[in-house]
């Protein structure tokens, strides 16, 4: 049975987290070996992905469970060090799935490539020029890329845009065209960059200037993916806490967020707590990802918030999130990294779009697990709890050894590694 309701996954043994996960889902014997042995990325496939490759970098990969997202059930695969991530987005998610699930949508899959041009000695008639031979240079950009036509995407619009027209800087005045390409299922980075770069010889003679820089964009908003999640107050409540008060708080701490970029950058890196490890596991640019939903968030010219928080007429928490999201699902890593095709298999998507999707969602219930913690106990009960392991081994704990120092740091209330060192030395005594 594909369910992301599994209690008590979290008391298992790695092995046995594995082996129901086995039962599962299926893998290919490769897919396996991968699975069950020490070496997730053999050094013989790191060194054809980047230079100078010396190892493995490894991160704890985890699952986000309880998923319930357009009626589908997701097991989530996270690659991320940092302590209570995993934990508090399976959390929400729980929460959120006894209220109906997560309701999300996704705009085509249009990404942009750009041209910039320089030096064109009428910079108004150099753009008419451009927009004269629009569908000539379309039909360019997709002879230069033909598979991507076959599959149903391919470069499909064009606009041209003068910037810095009043400068008086010979460097400062530039015409710049955004091509839009349908990218289907890839992350299209290197679709992208071919085509612009096909079309730099004519777009030269159409203007009379010379081309400089001819790259994808990593603002990908014409490529957005949107969840939604709505909240009774009876789900919301907490110890010493109604569900009211939770939900008042969670709104009050939205509306600091969008109203203090200081604020915002810290609510923001907690949504990207929740969608980077996703990112990461399913093989794809987290940077590019990063990048795009930070420009995202300050589209009004003003940074803010990348959720927001309200309360409907029945009085339940409505929660929202809207980004950038240029993943894929085939391409890149995607296709050699042996971890990230075990986290597609898992993950179960069957496009890009869906893909994102499942990753603003995961974002959206990472943002109402840290809003909820800080607006009730605070943020460092819980995170410190599981932060507690890393600090005993730090200390030198290891084996059963762990979870005993752990327990010790919390009970003790100083959860640093030189109490941790003092607990370890009397324990071995």
Same mark, same amino acid.
């Given at each position: ?272 707590? $929740? #969608?980077?490890?996703?990112?990461? +596991? ?5 940077? !590019?990802?990063? /990048? *795009? =939903? ?83 106990? $605070? #943020?460092?009960?819980?995170?410190? +709890? ?5 600090? !005993?081994?730090? /200390? *030198? =704990? ?32």
């Amino acid at each position: 049975m594909n369910t992301s309701r599994i209690p008590g996954f979290y008391n298992m043994t790695v092995e046995e987290r594995r082996e129901l996960l086995m039962d599962m889902h299926t893998f290919t014997e490769e897919e396996k070996a991968h699975f069950f042995s020490g070496e997730a990325l053999p050094a013989e496939t790191a060194d054809k992905m980047i230079e100078n490759v010396i190892g493995t970098f490894p991160l704890p990969l985890g699952l986000g469970l309880n998923f319930l997202i357009n009626g589908k059930e997701y097991k989530v695969p996270m690659a991320v060090e940092e302590p209570s991530v995993v934990a508090s987005a399976s959390y929400i998610a729980k929460m959120v799935r006894e209220a109906g699930g997560f309701t999300t949508e996704a705009t085509e899959r249009v990404m942009i490539g750009q041209i910039q041009i320089v030096g064109s000695p009428d910079i108004q008639a150099a753009k008419e020029a451009l927009l004269n031979e629009k569908e000539s240079l379309i039909e360019d950009a997709n002879a230069a890329y033909p598979s991507l036509v076959a599959r149903g995407g391919g470069a499909e619009d064009l606009e041209v845009r003068i910037l810095n027209e009043a400068s008086d800087s010979p460097y400062g005045q530039m015409i710049v065209l955004h091509l839009y390409i349908n990218t289907c299922d890839a992350m299209g980075a290197n679709i992208i960059n071919t085509m612009v770069e096909s079309l730099a010889p004519t777009v030269e003679k159409l203007t009379s200037g010379k081309v400089y820089l001819r790259i994808l964009s990593n603002y990908a908003d014409k490529c957005l993916a949107r969840a939604r999640c709505v909240i009774p107050p009876a789900l919301l409540e907490s110890e010493g806490f109604t569900g009211e008060e939770v939900r008042d708080g969670v709104v009050h701490a939205f509306e600091f967020a969008a109203s203090d970029p200081y604020r915002a950058v810290t609510h923001n890196k907690g949504i990207m707590n $929740g #969608i980077d490890p996703i990112v990461i +596991a399913t093989g794809n640019d987290w940077r !590019a990802v990063e /990048a *795009g =939903a930070h420009a995202y968030a300050a589209r009004s010219g003003r940074y803010s918030s990348m959720t927001t928080w309200s309360t409907d007429e029945a009085g339940n928490l409505v929660g929202e999130l809207e980004l950038p999201m240029s993943v894929g699902t085939v391409g890149g890593a995607i296709r050699v990294h042996p971890m990230a095709k075990i986290a597609h298999s898992i993950l179960d998507v069957e496009s890009a779009r869906e893909l994102a999707q499942v990753i603003v969602s995961v974002g959206l219930a990472q943002n109402l697990g840290a809003l909820k913690a800080l607006v009730t106990d $605070g #943020i460092q009960k819980g995170h410190m +709890a599981l932060h507690s392991r890393s600090v !005993a081994i730090a /200390a *030198g =704990a290891n084996g059963e050894m762990i979870d005993i120092i752990a327990e010790q740091l919390i009970k003790a209330k100083e959860i640093r590694v030189g109490k941790a060192k003092e607990l370890v030395e009397n324990h071995t005594k």
